[in-house]
């Protein structure tokens, strides 16, 4: 199993509903960041955590830290067609000095 | 992306060949890294440099060479190419290790390789 698990693995929503990724670590994390990909783009940097608790938004988006629970969700607001893509969580990991990534959610806003 | 260029963009190779992929910054940073994506796994580490002079293997360094003359510029070498390296490779960017926290890490655009 990888240490970062993210869920769902895709979701069609319609526009304008709410939905939220669930990601999960194995580890203590120590920095959770968020990015965003189009197929056939880069990755796209959207938020980073640090703290126990922190929440950040970026326009209808908001990600929150719960290191108890070695979680991090990001929520969408009155989604978009804009929206659409992947969205990707990564941890930071002090042993490797490296970013370990979830498998990404894939997410389609039918209009 | 901005500040984190890759070269080139589609690549097709015969196996057995080689080829660098490129990578430079303008942003200054220390530490620079390459990923590989694949359907299913994620991004997987493959180098790191933490800086001119200072390269590190990650999780899959096997067939891939890397060095770092300078600050901005990180290139991959592909010694002897297989299609088991067919993947999309991403270089990224940022003031300090992911390790060391605290900083944003910038992405490339993407390098996608097909060995044939």
């Known amino acids: 199993s990888q240490e970062l698990e993210q869920s769902p693995q895709s979701l069609i929503v319609q526009e304008g509903k709410n939905l939220t990724i669930n990601c999960t670590s194995s580890k203590t994390l120590y920095g959770l960041y968020w990015y965003k990909q189009k197929y056939g783009e880069g990755l796209i940097f959207l938020m980073m955590l640090q703290k126990g608790g922190e929440e950040k938004s970026h326009e209808k988006i908001t990600a929150k830290l719960d290191e108890k629970k070695q979680q991090s969700s990001l929520h969408i607001t009155a989604s978009q067609p804009s929206h659409a893509g992947i969205y990707l969580c990564?941890?930071?990991?002090?042993?490797?000095?490296?970013?370990?990534f979830g498998a990404g959610t894939i997410l389609r806003v039918k209009s | 992306n901005a500040g984190v260029t890759q070269t080139p963009k589609f690549q097709v190779l015969k196996t057995g060949q080689s080829m660098t992929l490129q990578c430079a910054q303008d942003?200054?940073?220390?530490?620079m890294s390459w990923y590989r994506q694949d359907p299913g796994m994620g991004l997987r580490l493959i180098h790191y440099?933490?800086?001119?002079?200072?390269?590190d293997q990650g999780e899959v360094p096997n067939g891939y060479n890397v060095s770092r003359s300078t600050t901005e510029d990180f290139p991959l070498r592909l010694l002897s190419a297989a299609p088991s390296q067919t993947s999309v490779y991403f270089c990224?960017?940022?003031?300090?290790?992911?390790?060391?926290?605290?900083?944003?890490?910038?992405f490339g655009e993407g390098s996608w390789l097909t060995v044939v």
């Open positions: 990224a960017s940022s003031r300090h290790g992911p390790g060391q926290g605290g900083n944003t890490i910038y």
């Open positions: 942003m200054n940073h220390e530490y």
């Open positions: 440099s933490v800086g001119a002079g200072i390269t």
């Open positions: 990564g941890a930071a990991r002090v042993v490797g000095n490296k970013l370990v």
